[in-house]
């Protein structure tokens, strides 16, 4: 169950950033949630290079999957998930 919830965890933060809802993450998008990612536990100091890194494939978007290795590696945490029991 674990690995549900971080998956769910994941794909909310991924629709954050997808604030055009096409299931993929463009450059623009990706600038403009610098500060959601910092709140997730990631400063960024260069957008256009952390996306580059993101972008595995080249194709000039993120997809979830290429989201979800990069914020597994970064090990991002969702601010508002209720990890907290308090």
């Known amino acids: 169950l674990s690995y549900v919830r ?7 933060m991924f629709q ?3 604030t055009s809802e096409d299931k993929m993450i ?3 998008e990706f ?3 610098v500060e959601k990612i910092s709140h997730w536990g990631l400063e960024i100091e260069d ?3 952390e996306f580059q890194t993101i972008d595995v494939d080249g194709g000039g978007a ?4 290429e989201f979800a ?18």
């Open 6 to 12: 971080q998956y769910f965890e994941l794909f909310a």
């Open 16 to 18: 954050r950033v997808d």
């Open 26 to 28: 463009d450059l623009d």
């Open 31 to 33: 600038k403009e949630a």
């Open 47 to 49: 957008p256009e290079d």
């Open 62 to 65: 993120i997809a979830f999957d």
């Open 69 to 86: 290795d990069w914020a597994l590696r970064m090990k991002l945490d969702l601010d508002d998930d209720d990890d907290d029991p308090n």
